[in-house]
């Protein structure tokens, strides 16, 4: 038996392995200490009273005889993907129930979505980057190019005609930098997938922190996305499902590519067949508790939660303002991107944190070597937490000075 | 963008698609009968009621802030973990809990486990089999050759000392065919594999069938197996989970295969970097539901409802034995595998017992060359159904003679 070489050219991923022991040690030495984490990108947050409801009168249906069901479409039961087709076509976005496919996570279908590829297609990803997209295709042995980001396009590359990419990757608003693109910047990543015959790969997980009508929200805003982009969304952010688990991931009808004989295949048929062979549907539960997200109701107090957590946001972006700190996103996104104070490279600028105000956030050179000298702090803790680690941070900046 | 043209290799898989179909259009031209089916192998019996109440208070736990829970480990909650090893230390078979990896059902499991393997990598299945095994390797473009269950073998193919497989699956007790093998046939697979290097997938996904002692109920039953196998299982049959789900993949850690240069690879360590990167581990509610089918409750209230589908089993299978009807399984299994009356092929059976008693069943045709002349039912249905159904087929096989 003969294993995946591919595996062994996975780089260790150690990020929030390793900013957990070194916060660990420091509590250890410093018992004493209070330290906040604003560092991982987990939501604090319970669950909707609408979600929690419609998840518990699920759960009593299958104890039920005549309510009990069994095997459900591996696409997602229509009442989701009809409250889904509904969401979009709120912000005036017209996809068909039949394009939507509800699975657990946007991080298992970026992940499966690469089962449809050959292997020797050219992938392109910005660095930053969430370290998903280029882990799964370094499973499959796929060239793998970046896209520089940096502070001069404000974290947002933008196409280069001169390299040829196959599979292009956006995370818009960015995990981890928290820069937004715009419908027109998202135009030219439209144009120069079609003119190359390339697929858009677009990751919207944060399209809810998207102040209306400032950023895209959706790569489906943009004309043509159709015939050359898959969106992949989840529920993690919009409504506090990272422990609940759902997703949703929309492949057009439009999109097709030519086989080797030139025959058009279609992506969703291909999909739907991936889908339906290696997957069987997320729990009925699940899926009922999804679908009061999409309530009147349970979109109110979702809204709400973002806002406390944008509020945070502001809190932060606030005083990096008044700072002088140089920083992205923090407006349509709950992660804030800052260069890192006095000179410092991140890994060092993490234990300088911790060690002089004990915030724990996350080094930007694990998200890439355009990360070096970056550090991401997250919007998802408490107010009290988010305005006393702002605090100390002041203070941290006023002595140094 | 180049597309994975191994796609274009799968069968239709119309199986139950068209066994819908023809029940369909029988029901449109005959309005008055009553259709009876045993063809599907979905259970139907409620959940338990402990694990609805687990399912709701977890819920409960997820809308409040002092009780909520984000991200959970990929492979799963610890106290799941923990239940399934100790659901295996009563059957004497030692694991640990960092060998089981919690996943959304053994579907997914089966297909995902081959993104480990190479492509080169020659795979034998039974004929007929679950087609999921065929379909997932056709997808990666692997070489596909078949060991031959027939009636001679009981349906229980042996190893061929002159067949050289690298991946070997094992289905027991098998679906479609019911038929189980006993601890000392899987003695013969284990010397096989460890032999060959090779690796077993066992996928004991309708263990909680088997009568005790009888047949065995997992491959680590089998010394030697640990450096050998990997076990799928699932609650989906052992709980009712078909609609909840949640399942389990057991990974020993003596699991090893030497690399391309000659170093040993942990199948584990893999399984588990495969995970944490595709996969964001099972919904927390679900869990909590899984780990309630473990207790005392939980088991006696499952163990219930498996032993009404034996039960209706029996009333299959002692039809069956009255009327000299050649079967498989039916014992330590939901399903009962016979060979279609009257010398006719599948399809056609499938079509003259609808017709004449409108009995639903699954012709064996759609699960390899095999079943050609052989038709499965299943014990899921009602047992007033399952008598009733069995009456017409008394009456249909006196009728005939």
Redesign the interface.
Known sequence: ?????N??N?KQ?YLFAETAHRTAAYIEAHPDQSVIRLG?G????????S??RA??EA??E????AT?????PEQGYGFLREAIRDYYATRGIRIDADEVFIT??A??DT??IT????K??VILVPDPVYP?YV??NT?DGRQIIYADASKENGFLPMPDPQVKA??IYICSPNNPTGAAYTKEQLEAWVAYAREN???LLFDAAYECFVEEGKAARSIFEVEGARECAIEFCSLSKTA?F????CGYTIVPKELC?A??DGEM?S?RQ?WL??Q???????????QR?AAAVFTEEGMAECRRNIEYYKENAKVIAGTFDRLGVSYFGGIHSPYIWFECPFGMESWEFFDYMLEKIQVVGTPGAGFGANGTHYFRLTSFGSRENTVAAMARFEKMMAEKR
Chains 1, 2 share one sequence.
């Open positions: 038996m003969k294993l995946n070489e595996y062994r996975l991923n991982i987990d939501v604090t947050l319970p669950l909707a009273q979600v929690v998840m518990q759960a009593a299958m104890g039920d005889a009990f069901r069994g095997y459900g657990d996570g991080k298992s992940g499966n089962d449809l590829f050959a020797d297609n998903v882990d799964t499973m196959d599979i015959h390339a697929l506090g990272t422990g609940t688990r590519f086989g080797a295949l992506v291909m067949r991936r339906t062979t290696k997957f069987n549907g997320v729990s009925y539960i699940i508790g």
